[in-house]
């Protein structure tokens, strides 16, 4: 059972939210219901909740304030927020569970499921990193999800990552390799960034780490490592366009 707090100064969306969860979700408990980060701070202290809800834009205080009031976040934290299209991304790359305003019950149901995958001992630096993302037109720093909890990673230190399915394989540049519960085409989504490309679509690279490329057998990309990346012949007056612009 996962024991609960609502931050959130709207009235009518608070009430919402009380009665799709108690409906929706029966393994979570709502504790309190208030309306301000300083009372929100009150119901942590009080009930050790392992699950906030949170409002990002409130009077006095937003959202993100609450973090300087709580020195240890051993809870879980779910946005409720009308931020839309590059914010989301912000939330994305940093692993934080959110919910768009109307709140929709299948969201609502997936944000819940989503918190009980995670362990909370990281999630002050994901919310951190979700600030940071908020803040730039291009995220530099992605929280990706391990079996030991997330790993914090800048966009540059990846070489390269390659598709395994419903799963992602990514190789950094210092050698170390993780395997993620998330698809490349999440990724490509969220990696905003001039130097990622996606030559093939079993792999996209960072072309601050293409070493070569070798137009014999078809044509390939070799990696600073030494790994062979696979290109598509559609992709190849691309990649080259894309790799010489960085030059």
Avoid: W
Wanted: with cysteine; net charge negative; charged share 30%.
């Amino acid at each position: 059972m996962l024991k609960a707090i609502i931050i959130e100064d709207e009235t009518k969306a608070r009430r919402v939210l009380e009665e799709l969860v108690k409906e929706y979700c029966p393994d979570v408990e709502i504790l309190a219901s208030v309306d301000s980060v300083p009372e929100g701070v009150k119901a942590i202290k009080k009930f050790e909740p392992n699950l906030v809800f949170l409002d990002i834009e409130m009077p006095q205080y937003n959202g993100f304030q609450l973090f300087d009031f709580i020195e240890d976040v051993n809870f879980e934290v779910i946005f409720t927020t009308a931020y839309q299209e590059y914010a989301i991304q912000a939330f994305e790359v940093s692993a934080i569970a959110y919910l768009l305003k109307p709140i929709q019950i299948e969201k609502l149901i997936q944000a819940i499921d989503k918190v009980k995958e995670k362990s909370s001992q990281q999630s002050k630096e994901r919310i951190q990193v979700m600030k940071s993302a908020l803040g730039q037109e291009k995220v530099s720093k992605v929280a990706l999800p391990i079996s030991e909890g997330f790993l914090f990673v800048e966009l540059n230190d990846i070489m390269y990552l390659t598709a395994e399915g419903a799963y992602t394989t990514i190789i950094l540049r210092d050698g170390r390799k993780f395997l993620v519960s998330r698809n490349i085409k999440s990724f490509e989504e969220i990696f905003h960034h001039s130097f990622f490309f996606r030559p093939h679509r079993s792999y996209l690279i960072n072309l601050n780490a293409v070493k070569q490329f070798i137009r014999q057998d078809g044509g390939y990309i070799l990696m600073e490592n030494g790994d062979s990346v696979s290109i598509s012949k559609e992709k190849k007056e691309d990649f080259l366009m894309a790799y010489q612009s960085l030059k």
